[in-house]
């Protein structure tokens, strides 16, 4: 059983910075690709960024400039630094991995963890 856990969102104001944390547990043998991604209510989930095993990184062009991702393998745990943050970034942001158990390798995803940019 594996499982994704997700904190650290909260309420800020705009310009402010928050600092997400994703820590997988669980049957893990090897972890590949580690992302996040969020949805806003109405609209559909979407990227935010994604890093790879090696430490290729990928944004969505919207948060370019303002947003960091990282892991640490070690650590099994992927982080998302957020900065200058604006109103529209308010959403659920959610942690994503593909993970290499001894039977199989998967997609997994957390809870979810709510983030709100608002004065």
């Known amino acids: 059983q594996v499982q994704l856990v997700e904190s650290g969102g909260g309420l800020v104001q705009p310009g402010g910075s928050l600092r997400l944390s994703c820590a997988a547990s669980?049957?893990?043998?090897?972890?590949?690709?580690m992302g996040w991604y969020r949805q806003a209510p109405g609209k559909q989930r979407e990227l935010v960024a994604r890093?790879?095993?090696?430490?290729?990184?990928n944004y969505a062009e919207s948060v370019k400039g303002r947003f960091t991702i990282s892991r640490d393998n070690a650590k099994n745990t992927v982080y998302l630094q957020m900065n200058s943050l604006k109103p529209e970034d308010t959403a659920v942001y959610y942690c994503n991995a593909d993970i290499l158990t001894m039977v199989t390798i998967a997609d997994y995803w957390g809870q979810g963890t709510q983030v709100t940019v608002s004065s």
């Open positions: 890093i790879s095993s090696t430490g290729s990184r």
């Open positions: 669980g049957s893990i043998f090897s972890i590949y690709g």
